[in-house]
Nanobody, 113 residues
Framework: VQLQASGGGLVQAGGSLRLSCVVS????????MGWYRQAPGKQRELVAR???????TYPDSVKGRFTISKDNAKNTVYLQMNSLKPEDTAVYYC????????WGQGTQVTVSS
């Protein structure tokens, strides 16, 4: 399984970014998928999850600002991030919460104040 995240960058507080994760070797149609982030000196945390049927869940820290979605035909998972805050700065990864695959390189998101 390979997970290729992209779309990160430098954005000012209040801005938006859309991350993409192209998945190969596994089907997003039949697997729960999640977006994770890891800030320097902190543990990796799950910030969005989408079930195989399309339900979604978020922690309070990003609820109302982040939206996870997927395109089964493209085998790709997305994370729309709005109203970004400096504390959202981290490397973002995608993976399968129920059957974790080798972690990809992730994509850096930096939010300036």
């Amino acid at each position: 399984v390979q997970l290729q995240a992209s779309g990160g960058g430098l954005v000012q507080a209040g801005g938006s970014l859309r991350l993409s994760c192209v998945v190969s070797g596994s089907s997003v149609r039949f697997n729960d998928m999640g977006w994770y982030r890891q800030a320097p000196g902190k543990q990796r945390e799950l910030v969005a999850r989408i079930g195989s049927s399309g339900w979604t869940t978020y922690p309070d820290s990003v609820k109302g600002r982040f939206t996870i979605s997927k395109d089964n035909a493209k085998n790709t998972v997305y994370l729309q991030m709005n109203s970004l805050k400096p504390e959202d700065t981290a490397v973002y990864y995608c993976n399968r919460p129920l059957s974790v695959a080798p972690w990809g390189q992730g994509t850096q998101v930096t939010v300036s104040s």
